[in-house]
């Protein structure tokens, strides 16, 4: 049984759906959340991406027991292959906006592009080794220049 829970708009478009094995059909291991060995359920998250290592539309799953709220992974691997990659023709302006819908559906993922700018003015430029708040401050625009 699927129950469709597809996310507002807004939110990059994932769809996510949760299955429970139906009738005798049960998934018995461990719970991704909890760690709890039990009969579980899987939650999908569909994303708007090609893929060659689940088909047409990549997903990423999560297994868990019914007491335990699923989360969307932080993180996905995408497989393709290397000429789909070749085949793709993507803008600058195109690249772009998906960086900044990326960094409104998810700050922790933006947060990681700053901390990374931020440790390279510490290590380049004199006086900024311990001033984490003006690295911090800095490295929010330059990325807030580059993405404008």
Not at 34 to 42: A, D, F, V
Not at 51 to 80: A, D, L, M, Q, S
Request: hydrophobic share 30%.
């Amino acid at each position: 049984m699927m129950l469709d829970k597809t996310k507002k708009p807004g939110t990059g478009g994932i769809k996510m759906l949760t299955e429970i094995m139906p009738g005798g059909d049960v998934e018995f291991g461990k719970c991704e959340i909890c760690g709890k060995e039990t009969n579980l359920q899987r939650e999908y998250y569909y994303y708007g991406v090609e893929c060659e290592c689940h088909g047409p539309t990549h997903f990423e799953v999560v297994r868990h027991c019914k007491n335990c709220e699923p989360k969307e992974p932080k993180t996905t691997k995408i497989t393709v292959t290397t000429d789909s990659l070749r085949r793709r023709d993507i803008t600058i302006e195109q690249a772009r906006n998906r960086i900044i819908d990326a960094f409104a559906a998810d700050p922790d993922f933006r947060r990681i592009y700053v901390d990374n700018i931020a440790c390279v003015i510490m290590d380049n430029i004199p006086g900024f080794k311990r001033n984490k708040e003006a690295r911090d401050d800095i490295a929010d625009k330059i990325l807030k220049w580059i993405l404008a």
